[in-house]
């Protein structure tokens, strides 16, 4: 939602029902799925979105990618108004990483949104968080969740165990 193009923070024009993230007050903040943007992103192919994860064969966030980050910080987002960082896993940074981000985020570059995960929030650094606005994530339902894997190509035993595990 943050790149699509039909968002009231990205779009020209939006109507006037739509909030900040382009959604109405009654579906939550969604993506078009239509616009080139969207249509980006579902390809793995935006270059307003960079996820930064370990190198093949290692646990932990490393700093390399985070100097790799800073040197583009003084580029806007191509073609739009935002640009988004997401570091899933954001715990298994390094402490190293953990500092240039830190540095990252005490002064944004306009327009960029991190997006850090973690499922255990006490290991990022307090100094990370304390720049950081917390949303904690209720888990999907049974149904939404076997909806959501139903629509994808695993076989039903495998949804029927994944959802056993999952309540």
């Known amino acids: 939602w943050a790149l699509c193009e039909k968002n009231s923070s990205n779009a020209a024009e939006t109507e006037p029902t739509l909030d900040l993230f382009g959604a109405s007050p009654t579906t939550g903040p969604r993506p078009c799925q239509t616009c080139a943007a969207c249509l980006q992103v579902a390809k793995n192919a935006s270059v307003n979105l960079t996820e930064i994860l370990p190198e093949e064969g290692e646990t932990s966030l490393k700093i390399e990618p985070f100097r790799k980050l800073k040197e583009t910080q003084g580029f806007g987002a191509w073609g739009g108004s935002t640009r988004a960082i997401l570091i899933p896993n954001a715990e298994w940074m390094t402490p190293q990483a953990a500092n240039s981000l830190l540095k990252l985020l005490e002064e944004p570059p306009t327009g960029w949104i991190f997006v850090l995960t973690a499922s255990d929030s ?46």
Not at 141 to 165: K, Y
Request: glycine residues 2%; charged residues 15%; proline residues 9%.
């Open 122 to 167: 006490t290991l990022l650094l307090p100094t990370l968080l304390s720049r950081c606005q917390i949303i904690r994530l209720k888990p999907f339902s049974s149904e939404t969740l076997g909806a959501i894997l139903r629509n994808t190509d695993i076989p039903e035993p495998r949804i029927t165990a994944a959802l056993a595990f999952a309540s």
